[in-house]
């Protein structure tokens, strides 16, 4: 490595190394970002299956006591076909 080389790089190399370690904080800050939208969809994901199923449990209470009462019965009723046409309206239709 002669002089010229040596100089060269003095010089350059301070840059490089800023440019580098700009590039890892980005990297590593991008994928934080990306890690906390994913925990935060997830979350969203979590409340709705419970949300979901606290409704098909209330739905099934209100089948096992459909039977004895008639206002519950024309709930129930009334339930199902929600269920219904939001199955259809979203394609997953289940008889």
Same mark, same amino acid.
């Not at 490595?1 to 490089?16: A, L, R, T, Y």
């Not at 209470?61 to 206002?71: G, I, L, P, Y």
């Given at each position: 490595?002669?002089?010229?080389?040596? %100089?060269?790089?003095?010089?350059?190399?301070?840059?490089?190394l800023g440019l580098c370690l700009l590039l890892n904080i980005w990297g590593v800050m991008r994928y934080r970002e990306i890690y906390r939208d994913a925990v935060k969809a997830e979350v969203q994901l979590q409340q709705a299956e @419970?949300? %979901? %199923? @606290? @409704? %098909?449990?209330v739905l099934q209470?209100?089948?096992?006591?459909?039977?004895?009462?008639?206002?519950?019965?024309?709930?129930?009723k009334q339930a199902q076909a929600e269920v219904q046409a939001q199955r259809t309206r979203s394609g997953t239709f289940t008889p």
């Open positions: 490595m002669n002089e010229k080389n040596f %100089q060269m790089v003095v010089k350059v190399g301070p840059i490089v @419970a949300g %979901q %199923q @606290a @409704a %098909q449990g209470e209100f089948a096992a006591r459909s039977t004895s009462d008639a206002h519950i019965a024309e709930i129930f």
